[in-house]
């Protein structure tokens, strides 16, 4: 699926674009070093999610991940089916998303704090076909949840999932893990260039509920090469992520990087300060993809120490306008590259400056990487009139997804004519030197940790099951914001929320706050 195919200009643009697709780079690592470690989980993933850890080379990824695309063909689903994805940070999650990629789909990968209510409204806005499902969350079981929301779209033609004891009527795809090859996996053909085709699917949040962004190879692999190029990262680099693969950041510093370096993607399922540390030291971890407020923590509490070959860390600021007010990076430790996040619609890298503090980033043209002659062009920004951030580039999408959103009634990705996609992110430029920075929250939004959701959708929820709830954002240190609410009978109201399918930290902004000893009494 091409978007904008519309035009003759736009399929000239998209036959000239770059050629080599997510699944070409697979077939390159595998005829460089087959037998090479490529895809690890981290050693506390039993204790923390159930299920044996795996350890995979290229020869064995480039086998499961036929499969998969096997599997998926033999559903009866057909090229450029959507196919959504919600898992944790495991090697399952990366092997089913390539391995929708190989059978000519399109994976759209949701976050794991999405309960029955927001997942079907996003499968529904995408016209979702399947959706793959595994493990468990706390006490939540995702093959259940990924059953009741498909119940609630009527596009989902099959509910597949990773784990054992899988509620009936599921795919199940661990036999798949251990299945012998079955020879070259056919893709399917492609008229015009398959790198220009619509790959991955990730979702931003919109006053009128999730917004759908489509991404090609070609937008995909500019985002992750723009990181690569700023880390100065080497061919057969070891990549630390403990991000799950469902936003442009976390594909851009774990799935993406790995592709185009042929490298080790080690997975950690946040989180364990000794794990990571083990395995940094034990893989030779070169780079550490961690949340940004835990970057400078992480430092200090000598858990980067243990790895002696580490290079990078990338600290993910996901609310962006927390990074003016970070810690210092201490001088003698390895490289902290800043990644300022704006939801779904684009990033920047940035290397921290000699003194410590976040590098400035002026408007215009961003390269990567930024300090170096004849750097690359990544990205271009600016300010609107109504003072946000605004950016275009290779990396940004050009058109909404699914093709004619415009027209309908749910919220789509607004493209300006210039190319220019708002981020809605409030910010402020300094006179002399033009740098940006990054002031506040999109209004009307709260950001935990990441996760966007529209204060006021969570009001109507809140006053329909408990009027007169009381609802507040604060600031947090780690998370950004947090929200925090007030109700006469808060486990009456937390029992409505998790009935509706609401989100885990909506639930949570009512859980009882009185003292241990106090509670028992009442």
């Known amino acids: 699926m091409i978007l904008g195919d519309s035009s003759p200009d736009e399929l000239l643009l998209a036959q000239h674009a770059g050629r080599v697709t997510l699944d070409d780079l697979i077939s390159r690592a595998l005829a460089r070093a087959p037998d ?16 044996a850890p795996l350890r995979l080379t290229w020869a064995e990824v480039d086998r ?51 309960r029955r209510a927001e997942l079907a409204a996003a499968l529904a806005r995408v016209s979702a076909k399947a959706i793959v499902a595994g493990g468990r969350i706390g006490g939540t079981d995702l ?8 119940a609630d779209a009527f596009t989902v033609r099959a509910v597949c999932a990773f784990g054992r004891d899988l509620p009936d009527g599921v795919v199940p795809l661990d036999p798949l893990l251990t299945a012998p090859a079955g020879g070259p996996f056919q893709a399917a053909e492609r008229a015009i260039n398959p790198a220009a085709h619509v790959a991955i699917v990730t979702f931003d949040t919109d006053l009128g509920g999730p917004l759908p962004v489509g991404r090609s190879h070609v937008e995909l692999l500019a985002a992750g090469l723009s990181i690569a190029l700023e880390c100065r990262m080497e061919h057969g680099t070891t990549v630390v992520s403990t991000l799950q693969p469902s936003s442009l950041a976390a594909l851009s510093t774990g799935i993406v990087p790995w592709l185009l370096l042929g490298g080790t993607l080690a997975l950690h399922v946040p989180f364990d300060a000794v794990e990571l540390g083990r395995q940094l030291g034990e893989l030779d971890g070169r780079v550490l993809a961690v949340p940004g407020p835990l970057a400078t923590r992480l430092q200090e509490a000598g858990v980067l120490g243990q790895a002696g070959g580490l290079q990078s860390v990338i600290a993910v600021w996901r609310a962006p306008e927390r990074l003016a007010a970070s810690a210092d990076w201490p001088a003698g430790a390895c490289g902290l590259i800043d990644l300022q996040v704006f939801g779904e619609t684009g990033l920047i890298a940035a290397c921290r400056a000699a003194d410590g ?14 300090t170096a002659p004849g750097a690359t062009l990544v990205a271009e920004i600016a300010r609107t009139d109504q003072g946000t951030l605004t950016i275009r580039g290779s990396m940004v ?32 430029v300094e006179k002399e030197t033009h740098t940006v920075t990054v002031t506040a929250p999109p209004y009307g939004f709260v950001g935990i940790g990441g996760y966007r959701v529209a204060l006021a959708e969570i009001e109507r929820v809140t006053e329909e099951i408990a009027p007169g709830t009381t609802l507040l954002a604060l600031p947090d240190i780690l998370m950004g914001q947090r929200l925090f609410g007030h109700a006469s009978h808060g486990e009456t109201i937390r029992e409505a929320l998790t009935a509706r399918g609401v989100s885990p930290l909506i639930v949570a902004a009512f859980r009882d706050r009185r003292p241990a000893a106090e509670s028992a009494a009442a």
């Open 397 to 428: 999408p050009r058109f909404a997804f699914p093709p004619g959103a415009e027209r309908g009634s749910g919220p789509f990705l607004q493209v300006e004519p210039d190319l220019y996609v708002d981020t809605r992110q409030p910010c402020r």
């Open 36 to 51: 090479a470690l490529a895809l690890v989980d981290g050693g506390h993933r039993d204790s923390a999610l159930g299920g």
């Open 143 to 150: 093959a259940e949840v990924a059953m009741t929301a498909a």
């Open 64 to 114: 499961i991940v036929s499969a998969i695309a096997r599997q998926f063909r033999s559903l009866g689903l057909s090229t450029d089916s959507v196919v959504a994805l919600q898992l944790p940070n495991t090697a399952e999650s990366v092997l089913a998303l390539l391995g929708v990629l190989r059978a000519g789909m399109i994976a759209a990968p949701v976050p794991l704090l999405w």
């Open 357 to 370: 503090r976040p590098a400035a980033i002026a408007l215009g043209a961003v390269t990567a990487p930024r």
